[in-house]
Every structure is written in C-alpha cells, then in structure tokens.
C-alpha cells in the first residue's frame, strides 16, 4: 500500500497523467450464488411490471407515523391464495421466491439466520412481527424451504391466527409489506380488493 501512495507524492516522469483503474478480483465477482442473482433479475422485472405505481395503503402510512421507530415500508409481494395458505393442518403463507416483487427486505444479518437455518435440524425461522389493518400484531417466524425444486419463504407459527382472526380464505387476494420498527423485521398484510 504505501507504494501505491508514494506514486502519488512523486511527480510522473512523462506528460501523460498516471491512471489506475481497480478491477474487482473474478473470484469475488462470482462469489453469490446463481440462484440469488437469477432471484434478483426475476424479481426486478416483476417489479416494473406489477407494482409500479401503487401507493402504499392509507393504514400503512398512518401506521408508521404513529409506531415510534417504524419506517421503509415497500411491497414485496402479491398473492391469490390457495387452500394450502389457508388449511389449518398446513399453518403457513407460502411465498415463491419467483413471485417476490423485491427481495431486498433482509439484511444481511437476517439472510445469514435464514441460509443457516436451512440446514438446522429444528429450523426456528427468523422472528418477524405481522400487522393487519386492525392494527393487530402477531408474532410470526420467517423461514426458507425448497419446494418442488423451487425456493420459497414462508411465514409460519401464527399464521393460522392471522387467517382466522382476518377471515382469509381460499381466493382471496394479499399483498405482503415489509417494513422496519425499531430494527425489528415487520410486515403489514393489506387484502387485495376483488
């Protein structure tokens, strides 16, 4: 290092000014798995062509003004529900990763919890709050699974709560917001209007 700034104090020896360019080493560049990149390139052409220009719900809005500490919100996901997100005995949201409309709601710390829970025996999930429009929270845990040979999330231990107390079922439509409370990872469950 101190070389290279040591190029720096001298004076160059011809006319020509010294330029470095800095070229990120290969190895490094391919450092995040396919998957991930593929993830991201699906999710952002998902997203020019479905979310564009929605605003965020009212009780959102007046949510995050009223929660000291919450902040960000951005939708993240749209769904028709099937019977398996509604059945009791299945107990969870299914979310694709294909049918993510942004997957940049983790962060880094929470990405690592959920990638090492993959492959834990008794796969806690990440802890999350979900909100609905009465403003009701629930403690939901967040978790990744292979289904099918494709990936998804989904948000389990009390999601059976949210579905009976909002009275989801088979057909109805959701949108999913994340957003952030004092740190904490929260989404908001907004029905969809038929």
């Not at 001298?10 to 290969?26: A, E, M, W």
């Not at 019977?83 to 983790?106: A, C, G, M, W, Y």
């Not at 403003?135 to 099918?148: A, D, H, S, T």
């Not at 494709?150 to 231990?157: D, E, T």
Request: proline share 6%; with cysteine; glycine share 6%.
């Amino acid at each position: 290092m101190k070389r290279i700034f040591d190029l720096f104090r001298r004076k160059p020896r011809s006319s020509f000014p010294i330029v470095f360019l800095l070229v990120p080493n290969r190895e490094q560049q391919h450092k995040q798995p396919q998957e991930t990149c593929r993830a991201r390139r699906k999710a952002a052409l998902f997203q020019e062509s479905t979310w564009e220009g929605k605003d965020t719900p009212d009780w959102v809005v007046q949510l995050m003004r009223n929660t000291k500490g919450a902040a960000d919100p951005m939708l993240i996901f749209e769904k028709t529900l099937f019977e398996t997100d509604v059945k009791p005995s299945q107990s969870r949201l299914s979310i694709p990763f294909h049918k993510l409309i942004r997957n940049d709601f983790l962060i880094p710390a929470e990405s690592r919890i959920i990638v090492e829970d993959i492959s834990n025996r008794e796969k806690m999930g990440l802890g999350a709050v979900l909100v609905d429009q009465g403003i009701k929270k629930w403690g939901v845990f967040l978790k990744r699974w292979e289904m099918n040979g494709s990936w998804n999330y989904a948000l389990v231990c009390g999601w059976n709560d949210v579905v009976k107390a909002n009275g989801l079922k088979d057909g109805d439509s959701i949108s999913l917001w994340s957003f952030r409370c004092r740190g904490v990872l929260c989404f908001a469950l907004v029905p969809l209007p038929m």
